[in-house]
């Protein structure tokens, strides 16, 4: 499909290891976006970028979380040393200026952190 | 205190009810309002972006107070497939630049 891909789905986690998120933007989509969804709260930003330019971190919770784009399309999130605090869903986010200010999301990464 | 805010409900109501679900913000630089939807264990979609004067998408209205900064989005003759969780967000910007900010949502249940 055309959509915002995110993989994997699902993540288990133990305690202490590291993660990758995958994100694959719509084609075209300049500006991407992190956003992190605990249970029953709303989505909260994490990271923005735009093209290869990663222009606000502010969200991102520590320095465990890091965030790349290397080539303007796809990125990633990765998160060090994981702690029981990070289970949430991992919202990536993509817009262009074409249609407006629009959010398209995809599906979500659920990482569980035994 | 969340720079946007919502009543969580959850909101309980019968078909073909009317329901308003309300939101305030606390930056008062913000430029641009909106709606998402967002299923059970499904992302967040676009419902509608609101204006300053107003606006109205079929059975949807919103509207906006900058004043008060209070954004409202009410629902006519409920429908169950509007069984959702309601997210207000506002933006500081009015390009596709920068983040978007997102209240925790307002439950609706639509009964038969």
């Known amino acids: 499909g055309a959509g915002v891909s995110q993989s994997p789905r699902y993540k288990v986690a133990k305690r202490g290891q590291d993660v990758a998120l995958r994100c694959d933007p719509i084609?075209?989509?300049?500006?991407l976006f992190w956003y992190q969804q605990a249970l029953g709260q709303g989505p909260e930003f994490l990271t923005y970028?735009?093209?290869?330019?990663?222009?606000?971190k502010s969200g991102l919770p520590s320095d465990r979380f890091f965030a790349e784009r290397p080539e303007g399309s796809v990125s990633t999130l990765k998160i060090q040393r994981t702690q029981q605090e990070d289970s949430a869903v991992y919202l990536c986010a993509s817009s262009t200026r074409d249609r407006g200010l629009e959010l398209f999301f995809g599906e979500g990464s659920r990482l569980t952190v035994l | 205190r969340k720079e946007v805010e919502q009543d969580p409900g959850p909101f309980n109501v019968p078909e073909g009810a009317t329901v308003a679900f309300n939101c305030t913000y606390s930056?008062?630089?913000?430029?641009?309002f909106f709606w998402y939807r967002q299923d059970c264990r499904k992302e967040p979609k676009l419902l509608m972006s609101v204006y300053s004067s107003g606006n109205e998408d079929g059975r949807f209205t919103a509207q906006l107070n900058r004043a008060s900064q209070y954004i409202s989005l009410l629902i006519r003759d409920s429908k169950l497939s509007d069984s959702a969780t309601y997210l207000c967000v506002v933006k500081s910007h009015n390009t596709n630049a920068g983040k978007s900010t997102f209240g925790d949502g307002t439950t609706l249940t639509v009964k038969p």
């Open positions: 084609s075209g989509h300049v500006s």
């Open positions: 970028f735009q093209n290869e330019a990663q222009l606000d």
């Open positions: 930056n008062s630089a913000s430029q641009s």
